[in-house]
């Protein structure tokens, strides 16, 4: 192209330069046919240059054209591996999640599978304790009703000991009582295989005379016998004592403080002391005017009539109103402080069962790994039931 341009540029200079001076000549000098004779060659070299030009022109053209196909061809090629690689992409990437979805599904089977096998596991693990539970507490039950059974048998031995015991308590409370509040009396316990009775009262009078007998028999249980009474009628003959006397703290229904029943004298333990007076005194009467007035008819029918009118009762009964005045006000604070005492006790009975129960249930489920305590077996606690009984006793 620049030289095609160069003999273009060159032919033009020299038609027109020479046309100019032609014309400028033929003016002034008549030279025209010259210049046609010079312009003539270089439109022959324009022609053929313009045909070279056209010609590498196309040559140029083709040239692109053909790059421009390869470039074409090219790209689609590259389309084409670049959608297979979105495609081959698109499957990796539909897999993946395919086997994501696999994984978590096989998880997720596995999961099911283990925790089913778990539950398995767990309800066999339990009923095999549960049933090994049951073979406990079955032998804890019978451990339990085994001691129950020697508790209760203990008990009744520890009971029967325990009223003897209370029985000789009350003897001795009633020694002590009647030697309290009359000294001048002799007060004799009666012995093993005597006539009977407890306690024998002599009677003396303050100057010494002897006025009789007082045969006193004391019952310590929770229910009435008619029985006592002919036993207690028996003995007094056996005794001769004027008058026999039986405290017990359960009375016959008719009677609230004391009583005359079939000949013997019936009475609580806080009637004692009045009812061992008004007996007393009459007696000290008696003696009094059967001394006074030994002989005469008279005077022993106004000591009998004395004795079985309402006199004599009505003064028993002053006298018996002042003592049970002054029982009854014991008798409530014994109650408050027996409350307060039994409340304690059964505080400490409590932490101890509950303690005992708490062990139980430990060694019931650890068994032997549990360490024992000595204070809660079997051996030591009938060894300290006894020993509390022989203490007891």
């Keep these: 192209m620049p030289r095609k341009r160069h003999l273009w540029h060159s032919c033009s200079s020299l038609s027109g330069g020479r046309s100019s001076s032609s014309g400028g000549r033929s003016k002034y000098f008549g030279l025209n046919a010259d210049s046609r004779s010079i312009t003539q060659p270089c439109r022959s070299i324009a022609a053929e240059e313009a045909k070279k030009a056209r010609a590498a022109a196309a040559a140029d053209l083709q040239s692109k054209a053909k790059e421009l196909t390869d470039l074409q061809e090219l790209l689609a090629r ?10 081959a992409q698109a499957e990796l990437l539909r897999k993946q999640r395919e086997l994501d979805d696999a994984k978590r599904e096989l998880d997720l089977t596995v999961e099911k599978r283990v925790q089913a096998s778990l539950s398995e596991i767990r309800q066999k693990a339990r009923m095999e304790a549960e049933e090994s539970l049951k073979l406990k507490v079955a032998e804890k039950e019978q451990q339990i009703s085994s001691m129950q059974r020697q508790i209760d048998e203990l008990k009744r031995k520890a009971e029967q000991g325990s009223q003897q015991l209370q029985g000789e308590v009350l003897e001795l409370e009633l020694e002590a009582t009647l030697r309290a509040h009359f000294p001048v009396d002799r007060i004799e316990p009666v012995g ?31 229910n009435w016998a008619d029985g006592w009474l002919a036993k207690l009628r028996a003995d007094q003959r056996a005794a001769g004592a004027e008058f026999a006397i039986l405290v017990s703290n359960a009375l016959p229904k008719e009677v609230d403080t004391f009583g005359y029943v079939d000949g013997i004298w019936v009475t609580d333990f806080r009637f004692v002391v009045p009812l061992a007076v008004a007996l007393r005194q009459s007696l000290v009467e008696i003696a009094s005017a059967r001394q006074a007035q030994e002989g005469r008819k008279t005077k022993m029918e106004l ?91």
Aim: proline share 2%.
């Design 192 to 222: 093993k295989g005597e006539f009977g009775g407890d306690v024998l009262q002599g009677v003396v009078s303050p100057v010494g005379q002897a006025c009789g007998a007082l045969l006193w028999e004391t019952k310590r249980t929770k």
């Design 78 to 87: 590259r389309d084409a591996k670049l959608k297979q690689a979105q495609e």
């Design 303 to 393: 000591v009998y009539q004395y004795l079985t009118g309402p006199k004599f009762k009505h003064r028993v009964e002053a006298i018996v109103e002042k003592f049970a005045d002054m029982q009854a006000d014991l008798d409530r604070e014994r109650k408050a402080m027996t409350r307060l005492w039994a409340k304690r006790e059964a505080q400490i009975l409590g932490v101890i069962e509950s303690t005992v129960g708490m062990y139980g249930d430990l060694q019931g489920i650890a068994g032997k790994a549990l360490q024992e305590i000595e204070a809660l077996q079997i051996p030591l606690l009938e060894g300290s039931l006894q020993d509390e009984t022989l203490g007891g006793a």
